[in-house]
Structures are given as C-alpha cells and as structure tokens.
C-alpha cells in the first residue's frame, strides 16, 4: 500500500469503471474526474496498492481505497 498520487489515477480509474460496470461498488454512473476524485476525499486518507501482476508493469495499481470522504458519507475501504 503506498498514498494515491494523481500518477496512480489512469489504473485507479480504470478499476472504478469496473467497479461501476458491476453495479455493486457505487452509485455513481462513471468515474469522476482525477481531480474529482482527490477533491472529494480527504487528504491523508486515500491509498493505492501497488504490485506486478504477470503481465503488467512493475508497481501497477492494483486496489485503492479511502476511509472517509471529505463529505462523510463513506466509511470503510474499498479495494478494486
């Protein structure tokens, strides 16, 4: 696990979309934008995990999750 940094984003997206596409992760209907994201959760409390899957490059995001967001109606992490 390291901090989410907007260089994470382009995976972190992706794996919201998927997120979304299940119809179970959130109710949003598509990924907000990387300064969406980072605007609407709280400093210190956003995280990436970081890995290297067979056939992906080295320290790929693999999951993210926050605790809270900055508008606290989310608890809980969420991994992808």
Known sequence: MAPLTMEHWPAV???Y????A???ATFESEPPTGEGFDAGKLAGQR???????L???LDMALG???RVSAEGNQEGAVLG
Do not use: K
Not at 17 to 20: M, T
């Open 17 to 20: 979309a998927a997120g979304i």
């Open 22 to 24: 299940t119809g179970h």
């Open 64 to 66: 993210h999750g926050n």
């Open 55 to 57: 056939d992906t490059p």
């Open 47 to 53: 995280w990436v995990a970081l890995g290297t899957p």
């Open 13 to 15: 997206e992706r794996i």
